[in-house]
């Protein structure tokens, strides 16, 4: 089986910082572009960073220059530093693999279980 487990999530105040941490376990041999996502109550999910296979990055406009999204690859892991954070980035984040190469053959559009992150002002 392949999953998608996130961990790193909590209760931070206002200003503080978080690292969210997605791992893929499984037979994996080769996973494409990763990204993070989140929805907060009421709201649709949105995509909030994402990282190609190559490394290059795209962010949501209301995290940039705070949100650092990263991947060491021979882990099958991508990371959110998260710094600076607001009350408005309370949300259940959600990581995403687009495309893996797996023993049982190509998953697409795979999730994790979501982390809650809290930011209290």
């Known amino acids: 089986q392949v999953q998608l487990v996130e961990s790193g999530g909590g209760l931070v105040q206002a200003g503080g910082s978080l690292r969210l941490s997605c791992a893929a376990s499984?037979?994996?041999?080769?996973?494409?572009?990763m990204g993070w996502y989140r929805q907060a109550p009421g709201k649709q999910r949105e995509l909030v960073a994402a990282?190609?296979?190559?490394?290059?990055?795209k962010y949501v406009d209301s995290v940039k220059g705070r949100f650092t999204i990263s991947r060491d690859s021979a882990k099958n892991t991508v990371y959110l530093q998260m710094n600076s954070l607001k009350p408005e980035d309370t949300a259940v984040y959600y990581c995403?693999?687009?495309?893996?190469?797996?023993?049982?053959?190509?998953?697409?559009?795979?999730w994790g279980q979501g982390t809650q992150v809290t930011v209290s002002s």
């Open positions: 499984g037979s994996i041999f080769s996973i494409n572009a």
């Open positions: 990282i190609t296979g190559g490394g290059s990055t």
């Open positions: 995403n693999a687009d495309r893996m190469m797996t023993a049982w053959g190509a998953k697409y559009d795979y």
